[in-house]
């Protein structure tokens, strides 16, 4: 589930919600019951495994990739 944050304009709060995906309908605002509503925050990403732009260029062709070269690859790179 991600963390939304809401912004209020009666009083310039702004709170964090965990809730499940795509739930950004307007909230009351903690600190003064007003209309809080979604505002767009930047998120922290982290890319495990494979597949990703970093070892998608490790496989030579560019038009059908060989997913189990690529993974081979990524795990080579990852164990070292």
């Known amino acids: 589930m991600p963390i939304y944050l809401f912004h209020c ?3 310039d709060a ?8 795509g739930e950004t309908a307007d909230r009351s605002c903690p600190a003064c019951g007003g209309t809080a509503t979604h505002k767009f925050a ?10 990703f732009t970093a070892t998608d260029s ?3 062709d560019t038009k059908g990739k060989d997913f189990k070269q690529l993974r081979t690859k990524a795990e080579e790179i990852s164990d070292s």
């Not at 702004?14 to 995906?21: K, V």
Request: a negative charge; hydrophobic letters at 40%.
């Open 9 to 11: 304009s009666d009083c």
């Open 58 to 60: 490790l496989v030579g």
């Open 14 to 21: 702004e709170h964090e919600e965990l809730l499940p995906l």
């Open 42 to 51: 930047r998120i922290a990403v982290k890319y495990e495994g494979w597949g």
